[in-house]
């Protein structure tokens, strides 16, 4: 059974930059969609960024588009997608989440969310990581 596990969160100024990691277990995640989603308190959650982890296309919100970068590495047959986050904004605040799909339809959809700024609370038929808070503050 595959499961997540995001790292890297943690306090950073206005400006600043963080990587974050979700790793993955029990599956080498060969064909799947994985993203970045976040979440504010209060607020809705908002896709961030995706990426194929068979070919690596990318696809970004127009939030993030120019900030961030997805990325993936494989170790030992252990996948790992980080997001790499420069210029961080107070608004980009929020517990941030990795979401894993190997479900064409509903990965397709996961992405095309992300990429438009739909925000809904669709699961994605996904596995879901437990989240890592990212606070940019001064």
């Known amino acids: 059974q595959v499961q997540l596990v995001e790292s890297g969160g943690g306090l950073v100024q206005p400006g600043g930059s963080l990587r974050l990691s979700c790793a993955a277990s029990?599956?080498?995640?060969?064909?799947?969609?994985v993203c970045w989603f976040r979440q504010a308190p209060g607020n809705e959650r908002e896709g961030v960024s995706c990426i194929s982890t068979s070919d690596g296309s990318t696809f970004y919100a127009d939030s993030v588009k120019g900030r961030f970068t997805i990325s993936r590495s494989r170790d030992n047959a252990k996948m790992t997608v980080y997001l790499q986050m420069h210029n961080l904004k107070p608004e980009d605040t929020a517990v941030y989440y990795c979401?894993?799909?190997?479900?064409?339809?509903?990965?397709?959809?996961?992405?095309?969310?992300?990429?438009?700024?739909?925000?809904?609370?669709?699961?994605?038929?996904?596995?879901w990581g437990q989240g890592t808070l990212v606070t940019v503050s001064s």
């Open positions: 979401a894993a799909n190997n479900n064409v339809q509903s990965a397709t959809s996961m992405i095309r969310d992300v990429v438009s700024g739909t925000k809904t609370g669709n699961r994605y038929l996904a596995v």
């Open positions: 029990g599956s080498t995640l060969d064909r799947y969609a």
